[in-house]
């Protein structure tokens, strides 16, 4: 709710529906995707975000405004999780089988060496290139590796937008069209789809 661009925007109407609630409903269309929880803040600016999905029945778990990585940690501790899918609160139009094709590459998928990938994402900030559009950003870790960074992480950079741990540093390499892997400078094995 307290963002600075745009005050409330995951509350925002959208054709009848807040934002969230579009998140909420696409994410959970993906058919790799048992459960979904919103990991909010404790922040009281997000008040209406956690009266909101207790009004609309949307589980949700609120953390720390400041350790997002903290809160997706607690989040996926909680709920037993396996697998944990990153997906923003301001992306309404986030593809259901997008979110399915990443999670299926990191469940199913094997590194070049014949071990399972760490981390799965569709886009990686500059330096590295985007391979889809803003607004369709899907990333995923196993947990333990969740877990790793949870225990590891001491930047305010790390605590507060929870991925860059696993992929800073990595020099990803095309292994097909449509996949490119590498390891990080952390040793996380990674894969981006292209």
Known sequence: MSSSRLPGKILADIAGQPMLQRVFMRTSRAA??????????????????????????????????YDVLDRYYQTAKQANA???????????????????????????????????????CNRLPPPLHRTYPI?????????????????ESTEPQHREHAMPYFYEGVQLSAVSRVLSEGVSSRGFRVALLN
């Open 135 to 151: 607004g369709l950003d899907v990333e995923a870790c196993i947990f333990p590796v969740l877990e790793r960074a949870w225990h």
């Open 32 to 65: 790799t995707v048992t459960e979904t929880i919103f990991a909010t803040t404790t922040d009281p600016s997000d008040d209406p975000v956690a009266e909101y999905c207790d009004f609309s029945g949307i589980p949700f778990k609120r953390g720390s405004p």
């Open 82 to 120: 396996d697998v944990v899918v990153r997906i923003t609160a301001d992306c309404p139009v986030i593809d259901p089988v997008l979110i399915d094709a990443v999670v299926d590459t990191l469940v199913a998928g094997l590194f070049s060496d014949g071990t399972q990938f760490d981390f799965v």
